[in-house]
């Protein structure tokens, strides 16, 4: 039997290329997205800061090549010059040069710098999320609590992170656990508010069948609001991740901590003039580190929420 076409059928536009790539797009899953998106960005970041260089920077040349490739700017760019804004290819040599006369690689310091800023932000980033999500509980079940407070909370978040550092510095004394505290500064805040909003998420209908069944404010948090507010706070913990490494490295500077990434801003920032190389491959390994950081929540937030579905507002 023939299907009968309806006037519907008969004006039903075929699909465009980009709506049929949007959709291909849209099938991969999402950490792949991610991943690729994030290396298109690298790319393009590459190609502007080149693109920069080739127009207004110093004149170039490549050597020990056949070729002698040699390059002669229009422009003159003081920004873009080799001292305020190295190649990538020099920056990416320093990594495999000598930190300092008869020392170590560069690459070598900078990853035992980066390990030992990781682990303050990973201890402030636990405590700074075990605080928010704590008082976005405390907001969730109490009006009076989160009107008193929560003016308190944002007000936090307008003093300046470099007035805090050398406060907390002088209570705590110099050490890893007063980083982690202006670590833990900075995380908190995102999990308050995400984890507030997450746990309020909930379809008033469920709402209402929970309390019909006379259910325990405990094993409405525990089954219903908990599992609704995931999206939202995986949201916020991925956005503190990358603040609590700059945290740790914000705590490093006036802390006098040498080991870390931000004892090695210092140092490098001091030979500017003559490797300024070095600074840039460190500044790189700081955001290489906020990356890994972000990845690594991103990779238990897809294990976490395998198959639920996500607010468009928990993106």
């Known amino acids: 039997m023939s299907e009968t076409l309806t006037p519907a059928m008969m004006t039903r536009k075929k699909p465009t290329f980009a709506q049929r790539m949007g959709a291909g797009w849209r099938r991969v899953p999402r ?7 994030l290396m298109l960005l690298l790319l393009l970041l590459a190609i502007a800061w080149e693109g920069i260089k080739w127009i207004g920077g110093d004149p170039w040349r490549v050597s020990n090549n056949p070729f002698g490739l040699e390059h002669n700017p229009p422009f003159r760019f003081k920004a873009a010059s080799d001292l305020n804004l190295p190649h990538l290819w020099d920056i990416y040599e320093a990594f495999g040069n000598q930190s300092r006369r008869n020392g170590p690689t560069l690459i070598s310091v900078l990853t035992a710098a980066s390990w030992f800023t990781f682990r303050e932000a990973v201890v402030g980033f636990v405590l700074g999320s075990l605080l928010g999500f704590g008082l976005g509980i405390l907001f969730a079940h109490s009006n009076l609590l989160e009107r008193g407070l929560m003016p308190y909370v944002v007000a936090s978040q307008t003093v300046p992170i470099l007035a805090i550092a ?5 209570w705590l004394k ?11 500064y900075l995380t908190f805040f995102p ?4 984890t507030l909003r997450g746990l309020r998420s909930p379809d008033p209908m469920a709402l209402d069948l929970m309390h019909a069944y006379a259910a325990t404010k405990w094993t409405i948090l525990w089954k219903l609001r908990i599992p609704a507010a995931l999206p939202y706070i995986f949201t916020a913990l991925k956005i503190s991740a990358t603040a609590s490494v700059v ?4 705590g490093e500077l006036p802390s006098g901590i040498r080991d870390g990434l931000g004892g090695a801003i210092l140092n490098f920032n001091s030979y500017y003039i003559s490797a300024p190389s070095r600074l840039w491959a460190t500044i790189l390994m700081t955001a290489v580190l906020g990356i890994v950081f972000y990845l690594l929540v991103t990779i238990v937030e897809t294990a976490v929420l395998r198959g639920r579905h996500r607010p468009a507002d928990a993106q």
Request: without cysteine; hydrophobic residues 60%.
């Open 31 to 37: 950490p792949l997205r991610q991943g690729i998106s």
């Open 166 to 170: 050398p406060m907390v510095i002088i």
């Open 174 to 184: 110099a050490g890893w656990v007063s980083v982690a505290i202006i670590s833990a």
């Open 191 to 194: 999990v308050t508010i995400n």
């Open 247 to 250: 945290g740790a490295i914000i």
